[in-house]
């Protein structure tokens, strides 16, 4: 059963356009995290968020964690070739130990 | 800067040999865990662990064993490698109460 979907799975875009992604569940979180990944490398945390309705800006990105704490997206103004990479949202429970991932969202950008 | 560092970034081992990935990360974190990774099948759980000498199977543990005998070293072993278990292994670690995990850069294992 997959708790977290993400959508699009595929997203080829322009320089400068911007972009959402989404993160999906029928499940509810304590906190919920973004990742970025470049080939051949691992995962690297981008934000959590914790509150419902919580909002939080990291240069050009924007993420946030909708008011039931179910879902989440992730929002690029202006799209640079270096944000290209596999975006993850993964959901986790406070102590629970093991975090539930979504299957990611591949992002290309176009010089 | 903190740091999960996995042994390994590319290994070719042959069918029906013993494979040992080992992790060692500097943060004190009580959680460490193996995530294996495959085109179209995302990040899936192995095993992980929340403390020394304790373990608990993930969403794919058939085929994998693990072993925690320090706080900071968390180690994969293959028993008998197949070629199905030719892979990306991610290694990861987190506090007990933020679930953010620090992942290692990853080793890319081909099992011929």
């Known amino acids: 059963t997959q708790l977290l979907e993400q959508s699009p799975q595929f997203l080829s875009i322009q320089e400068g356009e911007n972009l959402t992604v989404y993160c999906n569940s029928s499940?509810?979180?304590?906190?919920l995290q973004w990742y970025r990944q470049e080939p051949g490398e691992g995962p690297v945390l981008l934000v959590t968020?914790?509150?419902?309705?919580e909002v939080k800006k990291l240069k050009r990105l924007t993420f946030q964690f909708g008011d039931a704490r179910k879902d989440s997206s992730l929002h690029i103004t202006a799209a640079q070739p270096g944000d290209t990479g596999l975006y993850l949202c993964?959901?986790?429970?406070?102590?629970?130990?093991?975090?539930?991932f979504g299957d990611g969202t591949t992002l290309t950008v176009k010089p | 800067d903190v740091k999960v560092t996995q042994s390994s970034r590319y290994l070719v081992k042959r069918t029906g040999e013993k494979v040992f990935l080992e992790c060692v990360q500097d943060?004190?974190?009580?959680?460490m865990f193996w995530y294996r990774q495959d085109p179209g099948l995302g990040l899936r759980l192995i095993y992980f662990?929340?403390?020394?000498?304790?373990?608990e199977k993930g969403d794919i543990p058939e085929g994998y064993s693990v072993s925690r005998e320090k706080k900071e070293r968390f180690s994969l072993i293959l028993e008998s490698a197949s070629t199905n278990q030719t892979s990306m292994y991610l290694c990861?670690?987190?506090?007990?109460?933020?679930?953010?995990?620090?992942f290692g850069e990853g080793s890319r294992l081909t099992v011929l």
């Open positions: 990861a670690s987190s506090r007990r109460v933020t679930g953010e995990l620090f």
């Open positions: 499940s509810v979180f304590s906190s």
């Open positions: 968020v914790v509150t419902g309705g």
């Open positions: 993964a959901g986790a429970y406070t102590n629970a130990g093991k975090s539930t």
């Open positions: 943060m004190d974190h009580e959680n």
């Open positions: 662990s929340y403390d020394v000498k304790m373990k």
